[in-house]
């Protein structure tokens, strides 16, 4: 048991000596040594004004292209509608109603499938633009 007496005694010594004085705070030379002094978790690289501008303006140039694709979607839609709708103004619906023997006819006999691949293709782009838009969004 001597030998724990002796071990315990031991530390209980080596805890009463003093801790040394901490050394006393020097003045910086610059802001930058102030700031890093100061300053716990945050770097001085995270108060960059221009970084921050930077982000601002690839913003604002993303709203800008996502007010863009939105127009180009509508007005892609919007003649989609006009090629092939079933409205009485789309071109098929005029095509196939107009009466026989007429210029119209012959364009609906050899045009139709030309129109309707057309409206299918220009759809299809229309949805596309509209993926690259909701992950835009994101």
């Known amino acids: 048991m001597s030998y724990f007496k002796s071990r315990f005694d031991f530390v209980l010594e080596a805890d009463t000596n003093p801790a040394p004085a901490p050394a006393p705070e020097t003045q910086p030379a610059n802001d930058q040594e ?15 004004v221009k970084a921050a501008e930077r982000q601002q303006r690839v913003d604002h140039v993303k709203v800008e292209q996502i007010k863009t694709l939105n127009t180009w979607i509508k007005q892609i839609d919007d003649f989609v509608l006009f090629l092939n ?18 210029m119209f006819e012959d364009i609906a006999r050899s045009e139709k499938k030309k129109i309707a691949r057309l409206a299918a293709d220009l759809s299809t782009l229309s949805q596309s633009l509209k993926g690259y838009l909701a992950s835009a969004n994101d």
């Open 85 to 102: 709708d079933t409205n009485s103004n789309s071109i098929q619906i005029q095509l196939h109603s107009a009466p026989c023997d007429s």
């Open 34 to 48: 102030a700031m890093a002094q100061t300053l716990d978790t945050a770097q001085p690289s995270d108060f960059d």
